[in-house]
């Protein structure tokens, strides 16, 4: 597994200026809307109070749920498949392609698939496999992971975009003067494949267990073309989107569309539910849902379990100062920002990932918007102290803090440490009201100056004007 | 002036304990006295208790709790016998209120403690504004400054602090603050963040500081600080005109400190 730097990574996106200008607009614009659409909704409160309620259900029923759920699309003629861990999941969809001596597959936008690489393992496999959400098949063209969860490709500037295109689509010469002729290219060039395709795979938003029902939300249609025009339609999704009953699906689309996209409702909302009937126009004649567990079985039995009521909204990343500067490829792995800072340590190891829980300022703004209330930053303390209790902390940082920490229950003794630190800056910052420069190299100094100190402490100075 | 030590309660006067916070005590012991003559111009008994040291953020946010639960039981007993604590920053003030609680949830004697105080502690504009009510003795003191105002994240998103500043300055200083964009998003201190992760600190305290100067204002006013430091060091490591104060200061029309950080040529603010 790769071992992520998070900070040298971040440094690539802090200099990259595209990206940037992307993030500025992004950072800018993303929060207003989601506010303005939010304001629009009666009872928002309530909404996430009794969802919260309902997911905590779910997830406190997960078994049962689950079980229920496969013995109703088994009904209904569909199949339901276990995947322990993201190679299971690869190989049970590689299995299926070949029973169906497929060549072609048509994919729709999923995070697990991501979190599967599945796309990879498919074309290794041999199969042309081809995403048909325009942010994933831009960056399928790109070669490059997804940024961001609902956005993928928002990284990619319309200018990148196009010469994507020129360089992979024979068409020779063309006009793509603005984003609806670059979107009618990506259209034209698609239709035709999935016409073509023997497998459409796609992700789910939601499992309702009473029904055997798979709920997705989309915005561009891919989802249903992938769904209903070839043969055969794999589901590939976690085990965490079960839901019990219709009721509380929509309850969860009601927050979830506001949150992502700042909309009240998505362009295509699907229900999937079994393959064609005999008195069906259309549809898939095979059905198959794979589901996979990787860790969340044991996170739910751990201290983190909040995280699995997680509906992949990104209202977190796109509030986060922390993700809206470095971009998503920083987190190293396809959950970024808040969330991912969470997710990504808990399926790939703290030890891989220990830099993830600190890119955080304890700002709370992600668990203020997120709608199921998850306490991100309480959670990424909860890694911290993780971190600290497996001495992944800087041993120079750990240090520093339990010296401080045992001062300030020594009042004498930190009066006479908080006199000295004011003199010592004082006295660095000469006749200027700043200190330019320390002895010692610390990030602070390097990108800002510290404010020089009065001189006198506040303790030393009351205690003057009680004389 | 204010007892050290004391936590008699005189005449009926809400008694209030001070809690300095660590950055005040150090950097900034202006913004401690503006607090306790705010205070006691609103009628309160100030003590201010001499064991007081730091609320524990330092290590409670790098995730070693049993510390940060030692230091919570060093502060608790300090302040529990007056009616109030009082503390000129959101993020020490929330630190007390939502933190120590959970920190002591499993010794049900300190929990209630913990309780107990949280119940009482409050941010310095924030119990001016919302439960002593204040009336500004004299209003219309002016001075020829544009201000933006730094919401700070604890003070804002723990402790709902929003339009109690403003409404104070507005009533106190007759000051209409020039709302800078993004207002709701952090500064990049956080902490030790700012300097674990100096480069992506160093892009939001840049934007912070660009948003401040957009609105044409001359001094940036702010609850907390840890923000007021990051955003002073980068206006002088930047150069810039602006000016950084903790709002407490000019409330309490206490103005003889030169600006935080601020090159020491531009300090004089003339009050009309």
Not at chain 1, 71 to 88: F, M, P
Not at chain 1, 201 to 214: D, M
Not at chain 1, 360 to 379: K, S, Y
Not at chain 2, 93 to 111: N, T
């Amino acid at each position: 597994m790769n071992k992520v730097n998070f900070v040298e990574r971040a440094d690539i996106g802090l200099g990259d200026a595209p990206l940037q200008k992307n993030l500025s607009i992004f950072r800018n614009f993303s929060p207003l809307a989601r506010a303005k659409t939010l304001a629009r909704m009666d009872n928002v409160e309530q909404l996430r109070a009794w969802t919260k309620d309902r997911k905590n259900f779910s997830l406190d029923n997960l078994a049962d749920l689950l079980e229920q759920f496969e013995s109703e699309v088994t009904k209904i003629g569909g199949q339901v498949h276990w995947a322990e861990a993201t190679g299971d999941l690869n190989q049970i969809v590689i299995d299926i392609c070949q029973q169906q001596q497929a060549k072609k597959i048509v994919k729709g936008k999923s995070m697990v698939s991501e979190e599967a690489q599945l796309t990879h393992a498919l074309i290794d496999a041999g199969f042309d496999t081809l995403e048909t959400d325009l942010g994933e098949y831009i960056i399928q063209l790109a070669e490059e992971p997804p940024s961001h969860i609902i956005g993928p490709a928002i990284h990619k500037t319309f200018e990148q975009v196009v010469e994507l295109f020129e360089r992979h689509h024979p068409l020779g010469e063309r006009d793509l003067p603005d984003a609806k002729a670059v979107m009618f290219e990506a259209r034209q060039l698609l239709r035709e494949k999935f016409l073509e395709a023997d497998i459409g795979i796609t992700g789910a938003n939601y499992l309702i267990a009473e029904s055997g029902t798979v709920g997705l939300v989309t915005n561009e249609g891919n989802g249903d073309l992938c769904s209903s025009l070839p043969k055969t339609h794999i589901v590939v999704t976690s085990i965490d989107k079960i839901v019990p009953d219709f009721d509380t699906a929509m309850a969860v689309q009601r927050l979830l569309v506001p949150s992502a996209t700042a909309q009240d409702i998505t362009c295509y909302t699907s229900f999937y539910t079994g393959p064609k009937r005999t008195d069906d126009a259309d549809g898939p004649e095979n059905f198959h849902v794979v589901l996979l567990d990787n860790k969340r079985s044991d996170i739910l039995q751990s201290k983190y379990k909040d995280i699995l009521r997680c509906i992949r909204c990104s209202a977190c990343l796109n509030h986060c100062p922390i993700y809206t500067r470095t971009g998503g490829h920083a987190y190293g792995d396809v959950y970024p920002g808040p969330m991912g800072s969470v997710w990504t340590p808990l399926l790939n190891g703290l030890e891989n990932n220990h830099d993830l829980p600190n890119a955080c300022t304890t700002c709370n703004r992600c668990a203020e918007v997120c709608p199921m209330e998850i306490p991100l930053p309480d959670m990424l303390r909860d890694l911290r102290r993780d971190e600290q209790q497996a001495g992944l902390q800087p041993k120079r940082w750990t240090l520093g803090m339990k010296i401080s920490m045992w001062l300030f229950r020594r009042p004498t003794l930190f009066r006479w440490t908080t006199k000295l630190t004011a003199r010592f800056l004082k006295h660095r910052a000469m006749n200027t009201n700043a200190v330019k420069h320390l002895p010692v190299n610390n990030g602070w100094m390097e990108v800002r100056d510290f404010p020089a100190p009065e001189g006198d402490t506040f303790f030393e100075r009351l205690k003057k004007q009680r004389k | 002036m204010a007892n050290i030590g004391m936590t008699t309660s005189q005449m009926n006067k809400p008694s209030v304990g001070l809690f300095v916070t660590c950055l005040v005590d150090t950097f900034r012991p202006s913004v401690g006295f503006a607090s306790i003559k705010l205070l006691e111009d609103a009628g309160c008994q100030v003590t201010i208790p001499e064991q007081q040291t730091c609320c524990g953020q330092p290590g409670y946010n790098p995730g070693d709790y049993e510390s940060a639960a030692k230091v919570a039981k060093h502060t608790i007993p300090l302040f529990l016998d007056f009616d109030y604590l009082v503390a000129p920053s959101g993020s020490c003030a929330g630190m007390i209120k939502h933190h120590y609680p959970k920190l002591l949830k499993d010794e049900p004697e300190w929990y209630d403690k913990a309780k107990k105080l949280s119940e009482k502690t409050f941010e310095l504009t924030s119990f001016l504004h919302d439960v002593l009510q204040v009336k500004p003795k004299s209003t219309g003191t002016v001075s020829s400054e544009t201000y933006t105002f730094h919401d700070s994240c604890a003070g804002l998103r723990e402790l709902n602090i929003k339009d109690q500043p403003r409404s104070l300055l507005k009533s106190f200083n007759n000051i209409e603050i020039e709302e800078l964009q993004n207002t709701d998003e952090c500064c990049g201190f956080g902490g030790t963040f700012c300097a674990k992760m100096p480069h992506i600190s160093d892009a939001m305290v840049t934007d912070k500081l660009l948003a401040a100067e957009a609105t044409g204002a001359t001094t940036l006013l702010g609850g907390d600080m840890g923000c007021l430091l990051n955003i002073a060091g980068k206006a002088s490591r930047q150069e810039s005109n602006l000016k950084v104060r903790h709002v407490a200061e000019v409330l309490a029309g206490q103005l003889d400190a030169p600006a935080i950080g601020c090159a020491l040529t531009s300090t004089k603010e003339p009050i009309k």
